[in-house]
């Protein structure tokens, strides 16, 4: 298997804490790969490092074999990496709809120059957009508020949206913090249904999640952290098992 | 009847003012308190040129763009490093930088005589002189700096821009270039203040640094809070109502030297007003200053 993405010792210190301590790590292309450990562990700071938003103190991290490290945050993005976040990050002040088309890369209608001088361009992307937009809402099962302000969503419906958002996106890799927490059981369902359809079309995903009953069984692999380090990582019933893991979230 | 296209003139040029602030603080949330110093660099380029140059008033007007553009990218460049509070003293800088030069450099710009006798516009043989050509000219001048708002505020470009006043690590994740989109639209803002500029200049024919003060800028932002910031009809309605319900003072028949004061404390007021009971404006949607 060819090692598609490759995290190498890669460490972040704030102030004296190790967020992140030599973490290495490597993910195939096609697999949704469980991050978890308790509170603090680092697994949000290392979102962060990969995503270019905190800079890493040494390390580094490949994908394909295009450095990642050092480079900026939208220049990351848009190498075909879309994260979200525990804290949700939605633009609340425009509707639904124009969140998911923001979240389309490389529009020409971005770019001062060419909303000027492709005028007819930029008119045929922003229509064509405008529908695929609505595709991914259907898909996602919002398309009824397509037109309301992202912040009248419920909690599990913006889920939903930052979702369709890492779809606009059209990214290889997708990192998603906490997609179920504070989610009600039936909503649970749904996201879990949309991370399959997603991993059914080749997408690599890595989650962060703590409630691992309900999303265990959907992880190829898992990997285990504890400050800052990796502790283990194998198929979700070794971890399940593994007398390390047992122990961090009893003590 | 000239009072009152007076009054509209100077209506056109506090939309331009306000609306090109928009683009910057409304839209994209950075706070600039240097709106009057690019009016007034554009200002005094107008009539700098056509009185030692005697260049034709379109030249002056492009010149005017070029030069307010450069020093928006002056400007904005090292205060992109700096967010929020930090900017607007950033800004705020420029602001005390740009009045004293214009102020002192006594052999440049005469200084606090100011320079009288800029002559008045002449597009292709249209020898702007009336109050009514001048009221066209403005008129002209509006129409192309809110169809150039209009353009980029309701397009991708102006979608990202308010995605950056929401929420910047956001944006970043999307895959947008903040620090980019930052400084462009802060140039374009600085360069649509030529317009009201050149219009300023030759309307009155006389301009000193007076009317380019931190009190200038914080009447064009007040004109853009007030009317509503991120909309685009807000800073329209705001100059409207800004410039007009001052002048209705004088037909309470206060006199001249009270009406002056009573403006200021009007000012005041309206925005005390408005922040306490529509912090987005009277039309607005963005909340700029409660961030």
């Known amino acids: ?251 | 009847m000239d009072y009152l296209i007076h009054i509209l003139i100077l209506i056109g040029i506090y939309v331009m003012l306000s609306s090109s602030l928009n683009l910057v603080a409304g839209y994209t949330g950075m706070l600039s308190i240097a709106h009057a110093a690019f009016y007034g660099v554009g200002a005094y380029t107008v009539a700098l040129m056509s009185l030692n140059l005697h260049t034709p008033f379109l030249v002056n007007l492009v010149c005017a763009i070029i030069i307010c553009g450069i020093f928006g990218a002056v400007v904005g460049i090292p205060s992109l490093r700096i967010k929020d509070d930090y900017f607007i003293i950033a800004a705020f800088a420029f602001q005390i930088i740009a009045f004293s030069v214009m102020n002192n450099w006594v052999s440049f710009t005469k200084g606090p005589m100011g320079l009288p006798g800029i002559p008045q516009p002449n597009l292709f043989g249209w020898k702007i002189s009336s109050y009514p050509d001048f009221l066209l000219l403005t008129v002209i001048m509006c129409v192309v700096c809110l169809l150039i708002c209009w353009r980029i505020t309701h397009s991708p470009y102006g979608r990202v821009l308010q995605a950056i006043r929401e929420d910047e690590t956001f944006a970043l994740s999307l895959g947008k270039n903040v620090a980019g989109y930052k400084i462009s639209v802060f140039v374009l803002g600085a360069m649509l203040t030529a317009l009201p500029g050149a219009l300023y200049t030759t309307y009155i024919s006389y301009i000193d640094p007076s009317s380019f003060t931190v009190d200038e800028s914080i009447f064009i932002i007040s004109i853009m809070i007030i009317g509503g910031a991120g909309r685009l009809w807000g800073p329209v309605l705001g100059a409207v109502v800004l410039v007009m319900l001052p002048e209705l003072l004088r037909f309470v028949g206060m006199p001249n030297s009270i009406a002056a004061n009573m403006r200021q404390i009007f000012y005041g007021g309206a925005l005390v007003v408005c922040m306490l009971w529509r912090p987005q404006g009277l039309v607005g949607k963005a909340d700029v200053l409660r961030k």
């Open chain 1, 1 to 251: 298997m060819n090692k598609w993405l490759t995290v190498e010792k890669l460490s972040k210190n704030f102030g004296g804490v190790k967020a992140l301590d030599e973490f290495s790590c490597h993910f195939e292309q096609g697999e949704v790969v469980g991050l978890i450990g308790p509170n603090g562990a680092g697994k949000t700071t290392f979102f962060n490092v990969l995503g270019g938003m905190l800079e890493a103190d040494s390390g580094s991290a490949q994908l394909n074999k295009k450095k990642l490290t050092s480079i900026p945050a939208h220049r990351i993005a848009n190498m075909g990496i879309a994260r979200t976040f525990q804290k949700l990050r939605l633009i609340r002040q425009v509707s639904v709809l124009e969140n998911v088309m923001l979240s389309f890369r490389n529009q020409s209608g971005e770019n001062l120059v060419s909303l000027v001088i492709r005028w007819s361009k930029v008119r045929t992307q922003e229509s064509e957009n405008y529908d695929k937009a609505l595709t991914i809402l259907k898909r996602v099962g919002l398309q009824e508020k397509a037109g309301d302000l992202a912040d009248t969503l419920s909690y599990g419906q913006q889920k939903l949206l930052t979702l369709a958002c890492c779809i606009a996106s059209d990214a290889d890799l997708l990192l998603l913090d906490e997609p179920l927490a504070g989610v009600s059981p039936s909503m649970i369902e749904i996201v879990l249904e949309k991370l399959r359809e997603l991993k059914n079309e080749g997408k690599t995903i890595v989650v962060i999640e703590h409630n691992l009953e309900a999303i265990m069984d959907d992880f190829d692999r898992v990997i285990f952290m504890d400050s800052g380090r990796k502790i283990c990582e194998g198929k979700p019933d070794e971890i399940r098992n593994d007398p390390r893991v047992i122990e961090a979230y009893l003590k």
